[in-house]
C-alpha cells in the first residue's frame, strides 16, 4: 500500500459534481507501480465514474487481498472506508461488512491469482450469496508481485517473459461468474476507458453481485509477443459484444437514442444503461446465450468486452436473509443484545 499522499494543489477551473466536489476529492496516494500499469488506468476510471455518480467518498467501502491489483486501493478514494485482508480472503471481508452496514457502496479489488487461484472458493460464494457490490478482477494473466509466474487466467499456448509455454487451460471470470450466480457480468480492457467508465458507473447502481473482469496488462512480465494479455494482443483482438453507455435518470434516452438502435435496461434505483448493439442477436438478459456466446468468442481467439449479463430480479443478500435495514452500528444496543433469559430459551432449543 501506498502511504505518499499526492500534493494538494487547487485547480479552481476543475468541474464540480452535484456535492460540490472535483475529481481531486476521488483521489488517493501516489502510485508506487510500474510506469505503464494498466491497474493505474483502472484506478483513474474508478475516481471519474465515482465523480460523475456524485456519490461522497466516505460513502465507499474497498476491500482488496494480495497482490499488484490489491495495492491500488490506495490510490483512490482516499477519504473512504477500506480493509487490505489476507490473499484471496477479500471477499468473506466485503460480506461480513455489507452485513454489517449495506449503505455502503462496496468495491472489492482484486487480480487473477488472488480470485481464481487460492481464493477461488470465497469467490464463488460471494457471487452465490449476490453480495451487493462491484467486484473487479484486474487481470493480467501473471503473478507480477512474484516476478511473472502464469496465473489461473493464462491462456494455452501464451508465453511467459522467459520463453515457457502454457499448457494448463485458463479459467474464465466472465463464465465462471455467470455459472456461480452473480447478477451482473462484465469485461473491458484497462485501455479502453470510453467502454470501462460506464461499465463502473452501471456496476456501482446495480443491486446484487456485480463483477467486472478488467484485462489489465502488465508492462514488466507479460507485455511482449506471445502473451495474449499485452497491450497489442488485447487491441488487435478486442471485440464488443455491446457498446455501454450510462444514462443518468434524470435524462430522458428517447430523445437521445432512436428506436431500434439501443436497448435500455433499467436498474434498481430508477437510472439506466444503455446498450448500442454491436451484435443485433445479443441478449444481456440472456444468461444460457450468453454463456454459448462467450465460448464461441473464446475458441475464436476475441476477447468478449461490454456489458455480458444482467439480472434485475435475482434477490441480494439482504433480501434474503431478512436483515435490518439499518446498519448494525446504528441499532442500539439494547436492541442487540437479547439478554441472559432470551439467550437461555435459545439455548434449551439446542439441547
Given at each position: 500500500?501506498s502511504?505518499m499522499?499526492?500534493?494538494?494543489v487547487?485547480?479552481?477551473?476543475?468541474?464540480?459534481n452535484?456535492?460540490?466536489?472535483?475529481v481531486?476529492?476521488?483521489?488517493?496516494g501516489?502510485?508506487?507501480?510500474?510506469?505503464?500499469c494498466?491497474h493505474?488506468?483502472i484506478?483513474?476510471?474508478?475516481?471519474?465514474?465515482?465523480?460523475?455518480?456524485?456519490?461522497?467518498?466516505?460513502?465507499?467501502?474497498?476491500?482488496?487481498?494480495?497482490?499488484?491489483?490489491?495495492?491500488?486501493?490506495?490510490?483512490f478514494?482516499?477519504?473512504?472506508h477500506?480493509?487490505?485482508?489476507?490473499?484471496?480472503?477479500?471477499?468473506?471481508?466485503?460480506?461480513?461488512?455489507?452485513?454489517?452496514?449495506?449503505?455502503?457502496?462496496?468495491?472489492?479489488?482484486?487480480?487473477?491469482g488472488?480470485?481464481?487461484?487460492?481464493?477461488?472458493?470465497?469467490?464463488?460464494?460471494?457471487?452465490?450469496?449476490?453480495?451487493?457490490?462491484?467486484y473487479?478482477?484486474?487481470?493480467?494473466?501473471?503473478?507480477?508481485?512474484t516476478?511473472g509466474?502464469?496465473?489461473?487466467?493464462?491462456?494455452?499456448?501464451?508465453?511467459?517473459?522467459?520463453?515457457e509455454?502454457?499448457?494448463q487451460?485458463?479459467i474464465?471470470?466472465c463464465?465462471a461468474?455467470?455459472?456461480?450466480?452473480a447478477?451482473?457480468?462484465?469485461?473491458?480492457?484497462?485501455?479502453?476507458?470510453?467502454?470501462?467508465?460506464?461499465?463502473?458507473?452501471?456496476?456501482?447502481?446495480h443491486?446484487?453481485?456485480?463483477?467486472?473482469?478488467?484485462?489489465?496488462?502488465c508492462?514488466?512480465?507479460?507485455?511482449?509477443?506471445?502473451?495474449?494479455?499485452?497491450?497489442?494482443?488485447?487491441?488487435?483482438?478486442?471485440h464488443?459484444a455491446i457498446?455501454?453507455?450510462?444514462?443518468p435518470?434524470?435524462?430522458?434516452?428517447?430523445?437521445?437514442?432512436?428506436?431500434?438502435?439501443?436497448m435500455?435496461?433499467?436498474?434498481?434505483d430508477?437510472?439506466?444503461?444503455?446498450?448500442?448493439?454491436v451484435?443485433?442477436a445479443?441478449?444481456?438478459?440472456?444468461?444460457?446465450a450468453a454463456?454459448?456466446?462467450?465460448?464461441?468468442?473464446?475458441?475464436?481467439?476475441?476477447?468478449?468486452?461490454?456489458?455480458?449479463y444482467?439480472?434485475?430480479?435475482?434477490?441480494?443478500?439482504?433480501?434474503l436473509?431478512g436483515?435490518?435495514?439499518?446498519?448494525?452500528?446504528?441499532?442500539?444496543?439494547?436492541?442487540?443484545?437479547?439478554?441472559?433469559?432470551?439467550l437461555k430459551k435459545?439455548q434449551?432449543?439446542?439441547?
Open positions: 500500500m502511504f499522499k499526492k500534493p494538494k487547487r485547480h479552481p477551473g476543475l468541474p464540480r452535484d456535492l460540490g466536489l472535483t481531486r476529492d476521488y483521489e488517493g501516489m502510485s508506487t507501480l510500474c510506469a505503464g494498466g493505474d488506468a484506478t483513474g476510471a474508478i475516481i471519474q465514474a465515482a465523480h460523475e455518480l456524485s456519490i461522497p467518498p466516505h460513502g465507499f467501502a474497498k476491500l482488496s487481498g494480495i497482490g499488484c491489483s490489491s495495492k491500488t486501493p490506495a490510490y478514494l482516499g477519504a473512504s477500506g480493509f487490505n485482508s489476507c490473499h484471496g480472503r477479500m471477499p468473506s471481508v466485503a460480506t461480513g461488512a455489507n452485513a454489517a452496514n449495506r449503505d455502503l457502496h462496496y468495491i472489492g479489488v482484486s487480480g487473477d488472488d480470485s481464481l487461484s487460492i481464493g477461488f472458493g470465497q469467490f464463488a460464494h460471494a457471487m452465490r450469496r449476490n453480495v451487493n457490490m462491484l473487479l478482477v484486474e487481470n493480467n494473466g501473471v503473478y507480477g508481485l516476478k509466474q502464469f496465473s489461473a487466467s493464462a491462456d494455452i499456448g501464451s508465453t511467459a517473459k522467459k520463453g509455454e502454457n499448457l487451460p485458463p474464465d471470470p463464465q461468474a455467470l455459472t456461480l450466480g447478477s451482473f457480468v462484465a469485461r473491458s480492457f484497462s485501455g479502453d476507458k470510453e467502454q470501462l467508465v460506464p461499465l463502473l458507473k452501471a456496476g456501482f447502481q443491486n446484487g453481485f456485480g463483477m467486472i473482469d478488467i484485462i489489465s496488462p508492462v514488466t512480465f507479460n507485455d511482449h509477443e506471445g502473451s495474449t494479455k499485452s497491450y497489442a494482443y488485447s487491441r488487435q483482438h478486442f464488443k457498446s455501454a453507455d450510462f444514462v435518470p434524470s435524462e430522458n434516452i428517447k430523445a437521445q437514442y432512436s428506436e431500434g438502435e439501443s435500455p435496461i433499467e436498474l434498481h430508477g437510472s439506466k444503461i444503455v446498450l448500442r448493439k451484435d443485433g445479443y441478449d444481456p438478459t440472456d444468461k444460457a454463456a454459448i456466446y462467450l465460448r464461441e468468442r473464446q475458441s475464436a481467439g476475441e476477447i468478449t468486452t461490454g456489458l455480458l444482467i439480472n434485475e430480479a435475482q434477490r441480494e443478500m439482504h433480501d436473509a436483515s435490518s435495514d439499518i446498519p448494525l452500528n446504528q441499532i442500539p444496543y439494547e436492541r442487540l443484545n437479547p439478554g441472559s433469559d432470551m435459545i434449551s432449543r439446542m439441547r
